[in-house]
């Protein structure tokens, strides 16, 4: 990534990535492993909303809700993230959390 005219990146950790932008725009990128069995992973940032999300497992978006509606995912307490059902077993980093604030 190369930051450019009113954009800083900074990589706060080795699976955070931060961007954000003179223009108020900020997003945030986490990165978890997938084990078959956790479903609550530790964001470094709060969403403002679930709406602020997008999850991406193995490089593949993952809906908020399945075909019936239900959620596949919550942000619970401020900074957690809850599968309704664990994530796959993944490479590493093979969960990416994407906020946008």
């Known amino acids: 990534?190369?930051?450019g005219t009113g954009i800083t990146?900074?990589?706060?950790?080795a699976q955070e990535i931060t961007f954000a932008s003179a223009a108020g725009t900020t997003v945030v990128k986490d990165q978890f492993t997938g084990?078959?069995?956790?479903?609550?992973?530790?964001l470094s940032?709060?969403?403002?909303?679930?709406?602020n999300?997008?999850?991406?497992?193995?490089?593949?978006y993952q809906n908020s809700l399945d075909s019936s509606g239900q959620a596949n995912y919550s942000i619970t307490g401020t900074t957690n993230i809850t599968f309704t059902t664990?994530?796959?077993?993944?490479?590493?980093?093979?969960?990416?959390?994407?906020?946008?604030?």
Do not use: C, K, M
Request: without cysteine; aromatic residues 6%.
């Open 86 to 101: 664990a994530p796959p077993t993944t490479v590493a980093n093979g969960i990416e959390i994407v906020i946008t604030q």
């Open 35 to 42: 084990n078959n069995s956790t479903t609550v992973f530790a």
């Open 53 to 60: 999300v997008n999850v991406y497992i193995s490089g593949v």
């Open 45 to 51: 940032t709060a969403p403002s909303s679930v709406d």
């Open 9 to 13: 990146l900074t990589r706060t950790g």
């Open 1 to 3: 990534f190369t930051a």
